[in-house]
């Protein structure tokens, strides 16, 4: 099924398309990348690297836990509406960030696996979108 309309007088549907879900995979990287950054000048609270390496790494565990559900919440409700609502969760736990981390280590440990387990549908599960743009 490709996209033939046009959106405006000049740029198809297709095109469109694909600039958004560019859009879409530079801020989720964005999300991703930039605690690994900002933890380290987080002074105020004093965590030692271990703990640093665990925050970050909660992420991580939130990935890896989330594959499964993932395809199958893809399946079920198809990619659109699992990408819309992954973008859109995984920006509001991110906001909520600052939060958790003054509540404690371990609630920003959970916050973090949070992100990591609903953004997985966003970096996977935007395929489903793609073949809209094939002619």
């Not at 198809?78 to 939060?99: C, F």
């Not at 404690?104 to 440990?109: H, P």
Request: charged share 10%.
């Amino acid at each position: 099924m490709a996209c033939t309309k046009q959106v405006t007088g000049c740029i198809s549907t297709r095109y469109c398309l694909a600039f958004l879900l560019m859009g879409v995979i530079i801020h989720v990287f964005t999300l991703r990348s930039n605690f690994s950054i900002i933890v380290v000048a987080m002074d105020q609270f004093s965590w030692d690297p271990i703990t640093q390496g665990r925050i970050i790494g909660a992420y991580s565990y939130g990935h890896v836990f989330s594959q499964v559900m993932g395809g199958f919440l893809e399946a079920r409700f198809g990619g659109k509406k699992v990408l819309g609502l992954s973008i859109l969760l995984s920006s509001v736990l991110t906001l909520l960030t600052p939060a958790a981390a003054v509540a404690g280590e371990w609630w920003l440990f959970v916050v973090r696996m949070v992100v990591g387990f609903v953004q997985t549908f966003s970096l996977k599960y935007h395929y489903p979108v793609n073949p809209m743009i094939d002619d």
